[in-house]
């Protein structure tokens, strides 16, 4: 027959109970630092704040424009804006940026050599206001240079510098930024009075027959000595 087991004394030293788990320590963001899942789409990030920041832009003009009301169009934090283009400045000059590509339209224009350059920059010049798309930004653009300081720093930096400079540049001509400076009040004043203050007969002529009479000028400009 078995004996019973004699009962089992308590530990002397018993173990203390085990300790939950420490929770992550969260790490504080830097001032306009987004959060690491909010830029993890990075690139697709910023092309959306790019096409919204156009979209606020021409519909409210720079004045009325905040990074605020940018980033609630983009669906993202003011944050994350202020991290991928800084000022409301920058800002703008990417909204613009993504209608006039610069850096595409640039060689197409130049490519070719100095014969025809001309009625390229022309077409150029006139294909991006005659889209919608990409009018409506650019009035904004030309409207607000009118009495902002930052949207003509805009105007002259996209227009003047990042565009017609360079073509002037590669063409290898004497004084290409006066040339430079030349055409673009020649093609900015074309903007303002056929889409800005709408004078007729100009307003509603046909664009070939714009790019015909001008492409002379824009030609001379920029490759005679």
């Known amino acids: 027959m078995t004996e019973p087991s004699e009962p089992t004394e308590p530990s002397a030293h018993p173990e203390p ?18 959060r690491q ?3 993890e789409d990075g690139p697709g990030t910023q ?21 605020r009301g940018v980033a609630k169009v983009a669906g993202v934090d003011p944050a994350l804006v202020h991290h991928y283009f800084g000022s409301k400045d920058d800002l703008f000059a990417a909204a613009i940026e993504v209608s006039m590509e610069p850096a595409l339209v640039v060689p197409a224009i130049v490519g070719d050599g100095p014969e025809g350059i001309g009625e390229r920059l022309a077409r150029y010049f006139l294909g991006i206001w005659e889209n919608p798309v990409s009018r409506a930004p650019l009035l904004a653009v030309i409207r607000s240079a009118l009495t902002h300081e930052a949207a003509a720093k805009v105007l002259r930096g ?3 510098r990042r565009v017609l400079e360079r073509v002037a540049a590669d063409l290898d001509v004497p004084d290409p930024t006066l040339r430079a400076e030349l055409a673009a009040s020649h093609m900015i004043g074309i903007a303002l009075l056929r889409y800005v203050v709408r004078v007729e007969p100009l307003a509603s002529a046909d664009p070939e027959t714009i790019v015909a009479l001008v492409a002379p000028t824009l030609q001379r400009y920029l490759t005679e000595e």
């Open 47 to 67: 092309e959306r704040i790019r096409l919204a920041a156009r979209e606020v832009f021409a519909e409210r003009g720079y004045d009325k424009t905040s990074v």
């Open 158 to 160: 996209l227009i003047l």
């Open 37 to 39: 899942d909010e830029t």
């Open 17 to 34: 109970p085990a300790e939950p788990p420490a929770a992550p320590v969260k790490r504080r963001r830097g001032p306009g630092r987004p």
